[in-house]
């Protein structure tokens, strides 16, 4: 069988799963997913934290930029993680902060985050299933006090339009949303790492978004990003 073959071949293999998607549009996954060799989630260990990862839940793959791209957000105060997929931004920066809260669309993930507080014995971080926009409303109005926000926002690209259905209608819109809603909170002592990625733009379409931005701007490099693009902005 296939499956006898790839195990043979790569011994190293945890899991084998089939995920089955019958609807048609831009969705990669569908609801159903079979476990075909292995346990239905792998572990992995990233920033000295092990995490569960199943099927369906986002997770990033260059292990070492990863590492590195996660210690420039640890810094901080309380925080919001928007679009958090199984926690390990929110969790790594648990350590250093008063609170973190976390929020997903995604249940799975929400769930393997869930394990992964546990394994970890993490206990100052919240984990929702829900629209981020929506449960960010609802944190606010409750009266939690947020410092920092962490989001995957891809500013100009129209991929994200296309693929994410995010409720704009083009990149133009999506992009002054998101200056006008930077520049009425981030003051300019305020100091702000983009977290990549920036291959969706050549380098000094980059530097003319930025400089329409409030605050010190701090560019990292992300894991789709080329290793000699620059990220020295500010």
């Not at 089955?20 to 920033?47: A, P, Q, W």
């Not at 409750?142 to 100009?156: C, K, P, V």
């Not at 083009?170 to 006008?180: L, R």
């Not at 701090?218 to 894991?223: D, I, M, P």
Request: charge should be positive; proline fraction near 2%; include cysteine.
């Amino acid at each position: 069988s296939i499956v006898k073959k790839l195990i043979t071949r790569y011994p190293n293999i945890k899991s084998i799963v089939k995920n089955i998607n019958n609807v048609k549009g831009n969705t990669i996954l569908g609801d159903e997913v079979i476990t075909i060799y292995g346990s239905d989630t792998i572990t992995d260990e990233l920033c000295g934290l092990k995490f569960n990862i199943g099927p369906k839940s986002f997770y990033q793959v260059n292990h070492q930029q990863t590492e590195k791209l996660y210690q420039k957000v640890v810094e901080l105060a309380t925080v919001i993680d928007a679009y958090c997929g199984i926690g390990t931004i929110g969790l790594i920066a648990s350590k250093h902060v008063k609170e973190v809260y976390s929020v997903e669309i995604i249940n799975e993930a929400i769930k393997n985050a869930k394990i992964n507080a546990k394994v970890n014995k993490i206990k100052n971080i919240t984990f929702v299933c829900n629209k981020a926009e929506n449960q960010i409303k609802l944190w606010q109005k409750s009266g939690a006090q947020m410092n920092f926000y962490i989001s995957d926002l891809h500013i100009g690209h129209e991929n994200v339009i296309r693929f994410d259905n995010r409720p704009f209608a083009n990149a133009d819109e999506m992009n002054d949303t998101i200056f006008s809603n930077w520049n009425s909170r981030v003051t300019r002592d305020d100091t702000v790492y983009i977290l990549g990625d920036f291959i969706w733009h050549k380098e000094s379409k980059w530097y003319d978004i930025v400089s329409g931005l409030t605050g010190n701007k701090v560019l990292v490099r992300g894991n789709h990003d080329p290793r000699q693009y620059s990220s020295n902005v500010k």
